[in-house]
T-cell receptor, first 115, second 116 residues
Framework: DAGVIQSPRHEVTEMGQEVTLRCKPI?????LFWYRQTMMRGLELLIY????????DSGMPEDRFSAKMPNASFSTLKIQPSEPRDSAVYFC????FGGGRETQYFGPGTRLLVL | AQKVTQAQTEISVVEKEDVTLDCVYE???????LFWYKQPPSGELVFLIR??????QNEISGRYSWNFQKSTSSFNFTITASQVVDSAVYFC?????????????FGAGTRLAVHP
């Protein structure tokens, strides 16, 4: 089975541009998570969804960040406008909940560089 | 509040040495999971193990072993006869199950360098 799929793998953009990161979770998983990893702050949870509904977005740093999950097999994380401090690796993860299956599986990440 | 501490920032060993990565956690919940993930130089996060708070049995998988001790709130990871391919950053994480969700709280990670 395919794991979590993220695209693009690398993104270089200029300050002020809109950036959209995409994620396809593992089929059947009912939780989806977006994380950001930086040297300074480590791994941070930005937002997570349960059955396509955003549950906790308290980790989203600013209004410039937004996330959607229009269906069970697709989610986006959008940054508009982007800033150099948004440069980081963004991970998507998915999991089941219940029945002892609560393991988050991570995608390969999107390495974002904002110039 | 929940917290995961990995006190060892970096560890450097020579191939074939045994190495233990420490993980100490804090939680108010009685039901929780503990995890270890590996992040090799290529950058992906690879799941290694999950341990339920009710299961204190140690686990061995090949050269990897995990020691879970609730009395000391620790979940340590030992690599026996380390190899260069073990070089990576290793993250310990805690997931509380209260409230019907499984947020992961990560430690800061331990960077392991295995030299030939």
């Amino acid at each position: 089975d395919a794991g979590v799929i993220q695209s693009p793998r690398h993104e270089v953009t200029e300050m002020g541009q809109e950036v959209t990161l995409r994620c396809k979770p593992i089929s059947g998983h009912d939780y989806l998570f977006w994380y950001r990893q930086t040297m300074m702050r480590g791994l941070e949870l930005l937002i997570y969804f349960n059955n396509n509904v955003p549950i906790d977005d308290s980790g989203m740093p600013e209004d410039r960040f937004s996330a959607k999950m229009p269906n069970a097999s697709f989610s986006t994380l959008k940054i508009q406008p982007s800033e150099p401090r948004d440069s980081a690796v963004y991970f998507c993860a998915s999991s089941f909940f219940g029945g002892g299956r609560e393991t988050q599986y991570f995608g390969p990440g999107t390495r974002l560089l904002v110039l | 509040a929940q917290k995961v501490t990995q006190a060892q920032t970096e560890i450097s060993v020579v191939e074939k040495e045994d190495v233990t990565l420490d993980c100490v956690y804090e939680t108010r919940d009685t039901t929780y999971y503990l995890f270890w993930y590996k992040q090799p130089p290529s950058g992906e996060l690879v799941f290694l193990i999950r341990r339920n708070s009710f299961d204190e049995q140690n686990e061995i998988s090949g050269r990897y072993s995990w020691n879970f001790q609730k009395s000391t709130s620790s979940f340590n990871f030992t690599i026996t006869a380390s190899q260069v391919v073990d070089s990576a950053v290793y993250f310990c994480a805690l997931s509380e199950l209260s409230g019907g969700y499984n947020k992961l709280i990560f430690g800061a990670g331990t960077r392991l360098a295995v030299h030939p």
